[in-house]
């Protein structure tokens, strides 16, 4: 009797940890397994205000991040996104990213992922053509994320430097140069929910661009989410975001909350 009750215990005691780990679940140090699709479907939108002061609602964001783990170490992954504003007045498809991760440690709890990706902002926008010349810009970006991941909490650091120019390959000339730094957290309340934040400052490198002084100009953006696992490979969450910038030269020197507030869901899967 006494090993067959430990025998249960033990079995429960392995149903348990294998549901509660669960592979996709918001953790910011994920990476999928080898031959491993995984996708994260967004939808956002932004609270603003008019010259009184009354909230409105009127853009709406639908995101799509898809990925491949080619080896358990080397993952790919391409995102994009369709904007609409005003009950479909406008219409527009935002960035889209050609991104891939590897991770060049990957000892017990500690990890460490180098960051490389391609942009394209926008591919079309509402009364403008494919790809436009005048409007369109290319990002280079290349970074790294590390952090420290246990079956209770998350805590993960990165830096990214992006480069933005009108054209994919005209390095030679000035553009736009970045500097990303920020901190993201998950904290696990049970088998069914966990809490996630994270904040990150992105910083202009450029004092002038395009006759527009810019010198120490930055952006604060922060994130606050809950996450409900629905089984080992899905889960569903919520979150708000805001965003606080720093402006200088042709505008007041000074830190300001932007108006209003972010708000989304969003639906993860590995498969």
């Not at 348990?16 to 999928?32: E, F, K, Q, R």
Request: aromatic share 14%; with cysteine; glycine share 12%.
């Amino acid at each position: 009797m006494k090993k067959l009750a430990l025998s249960s215990l033990i079995a429960v005691f392995a149903v348990s940890g294998a549901h509660a780990a669960n592979v996709i679940d918001g953790n910011p140090l994920y990476m999928p397994k080898a031959n491993h699709f995984y996708s994260v479907t967004d939808l956002s939108s932004h609270t603003d205000k008019f010259a009184n002061g009354d909230e409105q609602i009127n853009k709406w964001n639908l995101g799509e991040d898809f990925g491949y783990g080619i080896t358990d170490k080397l993952a790919v992954q391409i995102s994009t996104g369709m904007m609409e504003n005003d009950t479909f007045d406008q219409v527009a498809w935002e960035e889209t990213t050609f991104a891939a991760a590897f991770r060049a440690l990957d000892m017990g709890a500690w990890k460490l992922d180098v960051l490389g990706a391609y942009t394209v902002d926008p591919v079309w926008d509402d009364h403008a053509e494919f790809l436009d010349k005048g409007l369109t810009g290319y990002t280079w970006t290349a970074g790294v994320r590390g952090g420290y991941t246990t079956s209770l909490f998350t805590v993960a650091g990165h830096v990214a430097f992006d480069y933005l120019n009108t054209e994919s390959f005209n390095w030679g000339d000035d553009g736009f140069h970045a500097l990303r730094l920020g901190v993201d957290g998950q904290y696990v309340l049970c088998d069914k929910l966990n809490l996630v934040a994270g904040v990150e400052y992105r910083g202009v490198m450029d004092d002038d661009v395009e006759g527009l002084k810019v010198k120490n100009a930055g952006t604060w953006n922060g994130m606050f989410g809950v996450n409900y696992n629905i089984d080992a490979t899905k889960f569903v969450g919520a979150y708000v975001k805001g965003s606080l910038n720093h402006h200088d030269g042709n505008a007041a020197d000074e830190w300001g909350w932007d108006d209003g507030f972010g708000f989304g869901a969003k639906f993860g899967i590995d498969f």
